[in-house]
């Protein structure tokens, strides 16, 4: 989370009444007691961040699916964090980057077909998280709009993606005997 998002989350929370940030700690020590100190330097109440301990395989889908909304970091997006939230019907606010690593969310968020939810600027990121935030039909369609394009998609779509990757590799082993390899 690098100081810019942060502040953006920040200007959301303040404008979202009853809005919190919930955060799952995995690397770091405590850093409920860091976040808490940085908000409360933007004048968000610490009370409204929340972070909690790690989850097993099992629940992270459960857990995930709590939220309303995931929010993306810009510099390093959610990869197959991504996926998980889509899955469990998570909608995902992210800002596109200028590198691979920070493209990836809205990659997959465009794929489900809810490009409503790629920003192009902290400005218009904090504003969408306002307005889902302030507008329960609006996070319900958003919602619906993950439920779906995990449906109609081919993020999902095992099968598909299985007998692609069975003619990818056919096709390079038969580049490769053509050659007199293999």
């Avoid at 955060?23 to 020590?29: A, D, E, L």
């Avoid at 409360?40 to 099992?58: C, D, F, M, W």
């Avoid at 779509?157 to 580049?175: C, F, L, P, Y």
Wanted: with cysteine; proline share 3%.
């Amino acid at each position: 989370i690098d100081p810019g998002i942060w502040n953006t989350w920040m200007d959301a929370i303040m404008r979202v009444k009853d809005g919190h940030i919930w955060m799952i700690k995995i690397h770091s020590t405590d850093p409920e007691m860091n976040l808490r100190r940085e908000a409360e330097a933007l004048g968000v109440p610490g009370s409204r961040i929340h972070v909690t301990q790690g989850y097993n395989e099992k629940e992270h889908l459960f857990v995930k699916a709590a939220a309303d909304i995931f929010l993306d970091t810009p510099s390093y997006n959610a990869h197959s964090s991504g996926c998980d939230v889509l899955w469990a019907g998570l909608p995902i606010v992210t800002l596109a980057g200028d590198k691979m690593a920070s493209r990836v969310a809205a990659s997959l968020v465009a794929s489900m077909g809810c490009e409503e939810t790629i920003v192009r600027t902290e400005g218009e990121y904090a504003d969408l998280l306002v307005a889902l935030g302030t507008s329960s039909q609006g996070l319900r369609e958003t919602r619906e709009c993950v439920r779906k394009g995990k449906i109609s998609s081919g993020l999902f779509d095992t099968k598909d993606w299985v007998n692609h990757q069975e003619a990818g590799i056919r096709m390079a082993s038969d580049v490769a005997f053509s050659r007199g390899g293999g």
